[in-house]
C-alpha cells in the first residue's frame, strides 16, 4: 500500500546511456515532482506535473525529460547520462500543486554513473 | 539559488537529551514544513507551519513559525535512537511560486 512508489530502488550504469526511471502515486492526487538530492543531501525540484501538463521546469539540462502517461504516473527519462547525473532522485506528489502544499515522497532511486 | 540557512549542519548528541535546529532567510515565507529523512528513504513531513507565530506540536517535536515570518524552529524532546535522520525545513516564499527546502541537520543520537 505504498503511496508514492518509485522504481528502481538502484540504478548503475555507463556515462552515455539512457536511463528510465518510474513513479507512480495511489494517493489520488492531481501533482507530481521529480527532485534531485547531491552527495550534500540537498534536494532540488527538477520538474512537476499538474493534470498532464508540465507547471514548473528548473533549470535542468533537456537531457531529462518527464513523461506522465496519466495523474497517477511520472516518469524521468535521462539520455546519454554523465558522471554529474550520479544523485538521489526522488518522485514526491501533492494534492493539487499549490506550492505550499505538503509533498509525499516516494523512497528514492539512487542513480550511479560510472 | 538557495534562500533558506539551516543549521546546524549535523548534532550528535545522547539520548534523552533535547535537541533544538532552525531556518533563516532575509525573506518572507508563507509556509514552512519540517521533514525527516531516515537513512534510504525519502523525507516524510512532521509538521506543516502557516502562520506566524503559529506553535505546534507532534508528539516529541514543537515547532514554531517565526512572528516575523523569516525563521522557523524544531524542538525534540527527550531524544530517542530512532529520532537520527536527516531534518530538512522547507518553506513557501510569500512571491513565488514553489518551496525550497534548507540543507537539512544530520541528527545522530549515541544510547
Known amino acids: 500500500d505504498t503511496a508514492v512508489s518509485q522504481t528502481p530502488k538502484y540504478l548503475v550504469t555507463q556515462m552515455g546511456n539512457d536511463k528510465s526511471i518510474k513513479c507512480e502515486q495511489n494517493?489520488?492526487?492531481?501533482?507530481m515532482y521529480w527532485y534531485k538530492q547531491d552527495s550534500k543531501k540537498f534536494l532540488k525540484i527538477m520538474f512537476s506535473?499538474?493534470?498532464?501538463?508540465?507547471?514548473i521546469n528548473e533549470t535542468v539540462p533537456n537531457r531529462f525529460s518527464p513523461k506522465s502517461p496519466d495523474k497517477a504516473h511520472l516518469n524521468l527519462h535521462i539520455n546519454s547520462l554523465e558522471l554529474g547525473d550520479s544523485a538521489v532522485y526522488f518522485c514526491?506528489?501533492?494534492?493539487?500543486?499549490?506550492?505550499?502544499?505538503?509533498?509525499?515522497f516516494g523512497s528514492g532511486t539512487q542513480l550511479s554513473v560510472l | 539559488g538557495q534562500q533558506l540557512n539551516q543549521s546546524p549542519q549535523s548534532m550528535f548528541i545522547q539520548e534523552g537529551e533535547d535537541v533544538s535546529m532552525n531556518c533563516t532567510s532575509s525573506?518572507?515565507?508563507?509556509?514552512w514544513l519540517w521533514y525527516k529523512q531516515d537513512p534510504g528513504e525519502g523525507p516524510v513531513l512532521l509538521i506543516a507551519?502557516?502562520?506566524?507565530?503559529e506553535l505546534t506540536s507532534n508528539g516529541r517535536l514543537t515547532a514554531q513559525f517565526g512572528i516575523t515570518r523569516k525563521d522557523s524552529f524544531l524542538n525534540i524532546s527527550a531524544s530517542i535512537p530512532s529520532d537520527v535522520g536527516i531534518y530538512f525545513c522547507?518553506?513557501?516564499?510569500?512571491?513565488?511560486?514553489?518551496?525550497?527546502f534548507g540543507a537539512g541537520t544530520r541528527l545522530t543520537v549515541k544510547p
Open positions: 525573506s518572507i515565507f508563507n509556509t
Open positions: 514526491a506528489s501533492s494534492q493539487d500543486g499549490r506550492a505550499d502544499e505538503k509533498l509525499f
Open positions: 507551519l502557516y502562520k506566524a507565530g
Open positions: 506535473y499538474n493534470n498532464k501538463e508540465l507547471i
Open positions: 522547507a518553506g513557501h516564499l510569500r512571491n513565488n511560486n514553489d518551496m525550497r
Open positions: 494517493l489520488g492526487h492531481d501533482t
